[in-house]
């Protein structure tokens, strides 16, 4: 029977989501992404059980058989796609080794192939998205963290032990001392991830006390990035400096991820994104500043189209055919 489908699972550090998809991209059927709340299950055992329970509920009601699921992609959290596990992910409940690809293949029957969820961004966007027909581009995700995924010659780049391209914790060159949730200090994602570009407002506005902003209504540790985004939006100058300043952090860290990979493009994806060119002008041009000559002009950036609620499903199902 030919195999006409893929399942996509997203397990992420709130919620877990996912879906039926098949070779062009469709979403046919998806889960409740309420359903299954990650952080409730203390063992990756409890989990996986609810997990199969629902992935199967999903194909027999979508009226699909099994037979015709190709495989299954999952992207998570500090997956490795070399051994099936998931290793001491700061933003899932289960801090170990866990061999989650063995766990829901011995339970569904179908072959499961895994890893990081910036990687499956990669891949998706490779079969589905803005990076269809290149072989050389690098993807950041602009998320509560930084995450990124490497291609080079239409490979993912997974380096010896499956953890390559771990970029938004490479230092920033700030020095500032922000602790990242990885043990170091300064790491480009404590400046422009979601969490960063709050953290940057915070400063901010204790940096300049008699700059009025609406961002001062909401308490310090209260102040999300969304804020930020809602006080650029009515033109406040505190706000749109500190998108210039994360787009200028992010430019010069991209200028020097060029140097090693020489790729295409640069591809965003993410809710940081969603601030146009009040970001991404600001990138374009600090990382146009810091190329090397022989780079210059010739890498685009690109920014996602893919649905941002279904697009990590979406990634995660782009592997489910490599299962």
């Given at each position: ?8 699972v ?25 359903v299954i709340?990650t952080q ?51 933003n ?9 690809r063995?766990m ?69 060159g ?13 790491c ?6 979601a969490?960063?570009?709050?953290r ?25 990035s ?34 090693f ?6 591809v965003?994806?993410?809710?940081l ?51």
């Open positions: 029977m030919e195999k006409k489908y893929v399942i996509g997203d397990i992420g550090g709130t919620g877990t989501s996912f879906a039926i998809v098949d070779r062009e991209g469709n979403l046919i059927c998806k889960g409740n992404k309420d709340k409730a299950y203390p063992t990756p055992e409890e989990f996986t059980e609810v997990l199969c329970r629902e992935l199967k509920n999903l194909i027999f009601g979508c009226s699909s058989k099994i037979e015709e699921i190709r495989g299954i992609g999952v992207g998570a959290p500090n997956a490795n796609y070399y051994t099936g596990t998931i290793e001491y992910s700061a899932l409940p289960w801090r170990s080794v866990v061999e989650i063995k829901i293949s011995d339970k569904i029957g179908i072959p499961v192939a895994i890893t990081n969820d910036a990687n499956a961004a990669a891949i998706g966007e490779m079969t589905y998205g803005v990076a269809k027909g290149l072989k050389h581009f690098i993807m950041i995700t602009l998320g509560t963290g930084v995450g990124s995924g490497i291609v080079i010659d239409g490979k993912m780049v997974y380096g010896h032990d499956g953890f390559a391209g771990e970029l938004g914790h490479t230092r920033s700030r020095h500032e001392g922000r602790a990242c949730g990885c043990g170091k200090v300064d480009l994602e404590t400046y422009t991830s969490k960063g570009v709050a940057s407002a915070v400063k901010m506005l204790e940096i300049y006390p008699d700059v009025p902003s609406i961002m001062r209504n909401i308490p310090p540790d209260q102040l999300e969304k804020h930020v985004s809602e006080a650029a939006e009515k033109g406040e100058k505190l706000a749109v400096q500190i998108y210039e300043e994360t787009g200028k952090i992010l430019g010069e860290s991209f200028a020097d991820f060029v140097t990979s020489s790729p295409e493009a640069i965003l994806f993410g809710g994104t969603k601030a146009k060119g009040l970001l991404l002008n600001p990138i374009k041009e600090h990382m146009e500043k810091n190329l090397l000559h022989i780079f210059k002009n010739k890498v685009k950036i690109l920014v996602s189209h893919l649905d941002e609620t279904d697009a990590a499903v979406l990634g995660a199902s782009a592997l489910g055919w490599e299962a």
